[in-house]
């Protein structure tokens, strides 16, 4: 956790990694290197800031990092696996004032004829190219895509039944959670969102 999302002006993350040795703190963090700009991926970003969205973002491969810790001392991680790359990527975009939303990736709209199915390949087969009769926004702020979805859910199906058109950049974590495996398969890598 970044020290500004508790309200502490300071660059100092608080993590625990489950090392035996318990968490720990690190204090101005900085990147001080990161693998080729070719070799980002892509993840669906879930953070304790806005827990009701999950926000599609491409993170380097891989980073080094450098730190002082809690005794004033420099330390250094040389080019970590992606798991902790993609972690200490998201905590030190909070140091800087970035949320998950200011990295979303580009847009990609898909258009869909919202069977109800539930499966994504179904409605893009039914929607044949023609234009959606209800624009679904997830654009933060919104409601669309929240109603929908609970128009479905209260109908006992896994997806809206109307056509749709939607930005599948930032989604409502409601949305995610219908389908998880629909979105993940629209990602480089998943982590369980906390």
């Known amino acids: 956790m970044a020290a500004p999302q508790v309200g502490i002006n300071r660059r100092i ?8 040795a318990g968490p720990f703190t690190m204090i101005n963090p900085e990147i001080t290197w990161h693998s080729d700009e ?11 800031s806005l827990p009701w969205l999950m926000v ?5 491969e891989s980073i080094s990092v450098k730190w002082i810790d809690e005794a004033g001392k420099p330390q250094h991680w040389e080019k970590l696996n992606r798991a902790l790359s993609e972690l200490l990527q998201h905590e030190i ?18 258009t869909f004829a919202g069977s109800g199915s539930g499966s994504a390949a179904e409605d893009a087969k039914a929607a044949n190219g023609q234009a959606p009769s209800v624009l679904l926004s997830t654009a933060p702020g919104t409601v669309e895509a ?5 128009e479905a859910e209260r109908k006992g199906t896994k997806g809206p039944a109307a056509p749709f058109s939607f930005d599948e950049t930032i989604i409502s974590r409601a949305v995610y959670e219908s389908n998880p495996s629909y979105w993940n ?10």
């Open 13 to 20: 993350l608080a993590l625990n990694l489950g090392d035996p």
């Open 56 to 60: 599609r973002v491409a993170r380097y």
């Open 146 to 150: 929240s109603a929908l979805y609970a």
């Open 38 to 48: 070719h070799k980002k991926f892509t993840l669906w970003d879930d953070c304790l």
């Open 185 to 194: 398969a629209q990602v480089d890598y998943f982590i369980q969102p906390t």
């Open 93 to 110: 975009d909070h140091l800087d004032g970035v949320l998950s939303t200011d990295r979303a990736c580009p847009v990609k709209t898909k």
